[in-house]
Protein backbone atom coordinates (compact mmCIF):
# COMPACT_ATOMS: atom_id res chain seq x y z
CA UNK A 1 0.00 0.00 0.00
CA UNK A 2 2.88 2.54 0.93
CA UNK A 3 4.83 1.73 -2.80
CA UNK A 4 1.32 2.55 -4.27
CA UNK A 5 0.58 6.06 -2.27
CA UNK A 6 4.25 7.02 -3.02
CA UNK A 7 3.92 5.92 -7.30
CA UNK A 8 0.46 8.14 -6.72
CA UNK A 9 2.05 10.61 -5.49
CA UNK A 10 4.59 10.83 -7.81
CA UNK A 11 2.21 10.49 -10.96
CA UNK A 12 0.57 13.39 -9.44
CA UNK A 13 3.35 15.81 -9.65
CA UNK A 14 4.47 14.64 -12.77
CA UNK A 15 1.35 14.92 -14.29
CA UNK A 16 0.57 19.22 -14.12
CA UNK A 17 4.96 19.32 -14.39
CA UNK A 18 4.23 17.97 -17.91
CA UNK A 19 1.09 19.58 -18.34
CA UNK A 20 3.56 22.40 -17.76
CA UNK A 21 5.93 21.98 -19.83
CA UNK A 22 4.06 21.23 -22.73
CA UNK A 23 2.95 24.68 -23.00
CA UNK A 24 6.63 25.60 -24.07
CA UNK A 25 6.70 23.80 -27.68
CA UNK A 26 3.52 25.43 -28.02
CA UNK A 27 4.79 28.96 -27.26
CA UNK A 28 7.43 28.57 -29.16
CA UNK A 29 5.83 27.50 -32.54
CA UNK A 30 4.07 30.21 -32.47
CA UNK A 31 6.17 32.68 -31.90
CA UNK A 32 7.85 31.65 -35.18
CA UNK A 33 4.68 32.22 -36.76
CA UNK A 34 4.46 35.44 -35.67
CA UNK A 35 7.78 36.55 -36.90
CA UNK A 36 6.99 34.67 -39.79
CA UNK A 37 3.91 36.76 -40.43
CA UNK A 38 5.98 39.94 -39.54
CA UNK A 39 8.74 39.41 -41.95
CA UNK A 40 5.92 38.96 -44.45
CA UNK A 41 4.52 41.91 -43.82
CA UNK A 42 7.67 44.01 -44.33
CA UNK A 43 8.29 42.17 -47.56
CA UNK A 44 4.76 43.72 -48.62
CA UNK A 45 5.39 47.08 -47.38
CA UNK A 46 8.13 47.52 -49.08
CA UNK A 47 7.50 45.98 -51.91
CA UNK A 48 4.37 48.34 -52.74
CA UNK A 49 5.93 51.19 -52.69
CA UNK A 50 8.14 54.16 -54.16
CA UNK A 51 9.99 55.60 -51.26
CA UNK A 52 11.38 58.99 -50.00
CA UNK A 53 12.30 60.18 -46.89
CA UNK A 54 10.90 62.16 -44.45
CA UNK A 55 12.59 65.25 -46.05
CA UNK A 56 13.00 66.04 -49.11
CA UNK A 57 16.63 64.90 -49.45
CA UNK A 58 15.83 61.64 -48.90
CA UNK A 59 15.34 59.18 -51.95
CA UNK A 60 14.08 56.28 -50.38
CA UNK A 61 13.62 55.44 -46.69
CA UNK A 62 12.47 51.78 -45.81
CA UNK A 63 13.71 52.94 -42.31
CA UNK A 64 10.22 53.91 -41.37
CA UNK A 65 9.94 50.02 -40.58
CA UNK A 66 12.48 50.00 -37.52
CA UNK A 67 10.47 49.75 -34.53
CA UNK A 68 7.11 48.51 -36.22
CA UNK A 69 5.18 46.59 -33.18
CA UNK A 70 1.83 44.70 -33.98
CA UNK A 71 -0.02 42.64 -32.56
CA UNK A 72 -1.05 39.18 -33.94
CA UNK A 73 -2.72 36.15 -32.54
CA UNK A 74 -1.51 35.58 -28.90
CA UNK A 75 1.58 37.71 -29.09
CA UNK A 76 2.98 40.37 -30.88
CA UNK A 77 5.42 41.57 -34.09
CA UNK A 78 7.97 43.55 -33.67
CA UNK A 79 10.13 44.73 -36.74
CA UNK A 80 13.86 46.21 -36.64
CA UNK A 81 15.36 47.50 -39.40
CA UNK A 82 18.30 50.33 -40.45
CA UNK A 83 20.21 50.37 -43.38
CA UNK A 84 23.01 52.14 -42.13
CA UNK A 85 23.81 49.01 -39.99
CA UNK A 86 23.19 46.26 -42.61
CA UNK A 87 20.76 45.08 -44.56
CA UNK A 88 18.97 42.81 -42.49
CA UNK A 89 15.56 43.28 -41.56
CA UNK A 90 14.43 41.13 -37.97
CA UNK A 91 10.88 40.19 -37.24
CA UNK A 92 10.94 38.99 -33.29
CA UNK A 93 7.46 37.37 -32.47
CA UNK A 94 6.66 37.19 -28.67
CA UNK A 95 4.14 35.04 -26.95
CA UNK A 96 1.92 37.39 -24.02
CA UNK A 97 2.75 36.39 -21.27
CA UNK A 98 5.39 34.70 -21.71
CA UNK A 99 9.33 35.05 -22.25
CA UNK A 100 9.07 32.65 -25.15
CA UNK A 101 10.19 34.57 -28.35
CA UNK A 102 11.17 33.52 -32.01
CA UNK A 103 13.42 36.04 -34.16
CA UNK A 104 13.04 35.53 -38.57
CA UNK A 105 16.20 37.08 -40.59
CA UNK A 106 16.05 38.18 -43.95
CA UNK A 107 19.06 39.13 -45.36
CA UNK A 108 19.64 42.06 -48.55
CA UNK A 109 16.26 42.95 -47.40
CA UNK A 110 16.39 46.41 -50.08
CA UNK A 111 15.98 43.70 -52.73
CA UNK A 112 12.49 43.48 -51.92
CA UNK A 113 11.85 46.77 -52.82
CA UNK A 114 10.37 47.32 -56.64
CA UNK A 115 9.64 50.40 -58.05
CA UNK A 116 11.19 53.19 -56.24
CA UNK A 117 13.02 56.87 -56.90
CA UNK A 118 16.32 56.41 -58.57
CA UNK A 119 18.93 56.32 -55.69
CA UNK A 120 21.78 57.71 -58.10
CA UNK A 121 19.56 60.63 -59.88
CA UNK A 122 18.55 64.26 -58.44
CA UNK A 123 15.19 64.35 -56.48
CA UNK A 124 12.25 65.63 -57.98
CA UNK A 125 12.28 68.78 -59.32
CA UNK A 126 10.37 71.67 -61.11
CA UNK A 127 10.83 72.90 -64.60
CA UNK A 128 9.74 76.05 -66.50
CA UNK A 129 8.47 77.35 -63.02
CA UNK A 130 6.04 75.30 -61.41
CA UNK A 131 4.71 73.79 -64.14
CA UNK A 132 6.85 70.84 -64.91
CA UNK A 133 7.33 68.53 -62.68
CA UNK A 134 10.93 65.82 -63.29
CA UNK A 135 11.63 62.55 -61.18
CA UNK A 136 13.15 59.54 -62.11
CA UNK A 137 12.49 55.99 -60.96
CA UNK A 138 14.07 52.84 -61.16
CA UNK A 139 13.02 48.78 -61.05
CA UNK A 140 15.20 47.65 -58.51
CA UNK A 141 13.65 44.24 -58.24
CA UNK A 142 15.76 41.06 -58.40
CA UNK A 143 15.13 39.77 -61.94
CA UNK A 144 17.08 39.15 -64.63
CA UNK A 145 16.42 41.96 -67.59
CA UNK A 146 13.78 41.22 -70.17
CA UNK A 147 11.60 38.51 -67.92
CA UNK A 148 9.09 39.80 -66.70
CA UNK A 149 9.33 43.45 -67.07
CA UNK A 150 6.90 46.06 -65.12
CA UNK A 151 4.42 47.60 -67.46
CA UNK A 152 2.99 50.51 -66.22
CA UNK A 153 -0.46 51.35 -67.91
CA UNK A 154 -2.25 54.14 -65.50
CA UNK A 155 -1.99 56.41 -63.09
CA UNK A 156 -3.71 58.87 -60.69
CA UNK A 157 -2.55 61.78 -58.82
CA UNK A 158 -3.34 64.11 -56.17
CA UNK A 159 -1.73 67.77 -55.39
CA UNK A 160 -2.27 70.89 -52.88
CA UNK A 161 -2.42 73.96 -54.58
CA UNK A 162 -3.87 77.19 -54.26
CA UNK A 163 -4.83 79.93 -56.92
CA UNK A 164 -6.82 79.06 -59.91
CA UNK A 165 -7.08 74.94 -59.99
CA UNK A 166 -4.80 73.84 -62.88
CA UNK A 167 -4.67 69.91 -64.43
CA UNK A 168 -2.04 67.60 -65.96
CA UNK A 169 -2.14 67.84 -69.83
CA UNK A 170 0.55 65.68 -70.57
CA UNK A 171 3.15 62.87 -69.05
CA UNK A 172 6.56 62.55 -70.72
CA UNK A 173 8.31 59.05 -69.86
CA UNK A 174 12.10 58.17 -71.25
CA UNK A 175 11.62 61.84 -73.65
CA UNK A 176 8.55 59.94 -75.08
CA UNK A 177 4.87 61.20 -74.85
CA UNK A 178 2.59 58.50 -73.17
CA UNK A 179 -0.74 60.77 -71.37
CA UNK A 180 -2.11 63.70 -72.69
CA UNK A 181 -5.27 65.56 -71.45
CA UNK A 182 -6.76 66.89 -68.63
CA UNK A 183 -6.67 65.14 -65.70
CA UNK A 184 -7.93 67.09 -61.78
CA UNK A 185 -6.40 66.63 -58.76
CA UNK A 186 -7.94 63.78 -57.47
CA UNK A 187 -9.57 62.46 -60.50
CA UNK A 188 -10.30 58.66 -60.93
CA UNK A 189 -7.29 56.53 -62.55
CA UNK A 190 -6.64 57.00 -65.92
CA UNK A 191 -5.25 55.05 -68.75
CA UNK A 192 -1.75 56.19 -70.52
CA UNK A 193 -3.03 57.35 -73.82
CA UNK A 194 0.41 57.75 -76.03
CA UNK A 195 1.81 56.86 -78.84
CA UNK A 196 -1.69 54.90 -79.84
CA UNK A 197 -0.07 51.84 -80.82
CA UNK A 198 2.03 51.23 -77.64
CA UNK A 199 0.70 53.67 -74.78
CA UNK A 200 2.29 52.10 -71.87
CA UNK A 201 5.59 51.92 -70.10
CA UNK A 202 7.79 48.97 -69.71
CA UNK A 203 10.49 48.90 -67.05
CA UNK A 204 13.13 45.73 -67.20
CA UNK A 205 15.28 45.06 -63.86
CA UNK A 206 17.84 47.94 -63.11
CA UNK A 207 16.17 50.44 -65.80
CA UNK A 208 15.71 54.03 -65.21
CA UNK A 209 13.29 56.25 -66.51
CA UNK A 210 12.80 59.69 -66.57
CA UNK A 211 8.80 61.37 -66.02
CA UNK A 212 8.24 64.71 -66.77
CA UNK A 213 4.79 65.66 -65.44
CA UNK A 214 3.07 68.87 -67.20
CA UNK A 215 0.40 70.93 -65.78
CA UNK A 216 -1.34 73.62 -68.25
CA UNK A 217 0.31 76.63 -66.76
CA UNK A 218 2.22 77.58 -63.44
CA UNK A 219 0.64 75.46 -60.36
CA UNK A 220 0.58 78.01 -57.44
CA UNK A 221 1.63 76.71 -54.50
CA UNK A 222 2.25 73.34 -55.30
CA UNK A 223 2.51 71.04 -52.51
CA UNK A 224 2.10 67.18 -51.19
CA UNK A 225 2.68 65.96 -55.28
CA UNK A 226 1.47 62.03 -55.21
CA UNK A 227 1.90 60.01 -58.48
CA UNK A 228 0.45 56.61 -58.58
CA UNK A 229 0.95 54.20 -61.52
CA UNK A 230 -0.77 51.33 -62.20
CA UNK A 231 0.09 48.05 -64.05
CA UNK A 232 -3.44 47.61 -65.07
CA UNK A 233 -5.77 49.55 -66.92
CA UNK A 234 -7.88 52.71 -65.04
CA UNK A 235 -6.28 51.70 -61.12
CA UNK A 236 -6.28 48.29 -61.31
CA UNK A 237 -3.27 45.61 -60.92
CA UNK A 238 -0.15 46.27 -59.07
CA UNK A 239 -0.07 50.30 -57.90
CA UNK A 240 3.24 52.36 -57.08
CA UNK A 241 3.10 55.70 -55.31
CA UNK A 242 5.40 58.45 -56.01
CA UNK A 243 5.47 61.56 -53.37
CA UNK A 244 7.24 63.79 -54.78
CA UNK A 245 7.33 66.27 -51.99
CA UNK A 246 7.00 63.81 -48.58
CA UNK A 247 8.21 67.32 -47.13
CA UNK A 248 5.43 69.77 -47.84
CA UNK A 249 7.33 72.44 -49.31
CA UNK A 250 6.85 72.22 -52.85
CA UNK A 251 9.53 70.10 -54.33
CA UNK A 252 12.52 70.33 -52.53
CA UNK A 253 11.89 74.02 -52.11
CA UNK A 254 10.92 75.18 -54.91
CA UNK A 255 14.44 74.45 -56.64
CA UNK A 256 14.35 74.70 -60.50
CA UNK A 257 16.00 71.00 -62.39
CA UNK A 258 18.69 71.48 -64.24
CA UNK A 259 19.03 69.94 -68.23
CA UNK A 260 16.64 67.95 -69.38
CA UNK A 261 13.52 69.72 -69.38
Known sequence: MLL?????????????????????PIYSTQAFYIAQSGAEFAIRYASDRGWRGTTDGGIYDINRLNGTSRPLGNGTLTINYNNATGDILTSTGQITGSSENRVVRVSSFSLFLRLIFDPASPA????????????????????????????????????????????????????????????????????????????????????????????????????????????????TGESYPFNLDSAGDGLNGTALCGAGC
Not at 141 to 158: K, V
Not at 182 to 210: C, E, F, H, K, M
Open 4 to 24: MVTIGYVLSYLIPTKQKSVRF
Open 124 to 235: PCWCLGTRRARFYIQDVRYNPAGINPLILTSFSATWTQTGTARNITRIDMNGVQKYTGNYSNGSAPVNLNRPAGSPTQTITSGQIVNILVYWGNNVTNCTNILITFYTGALG
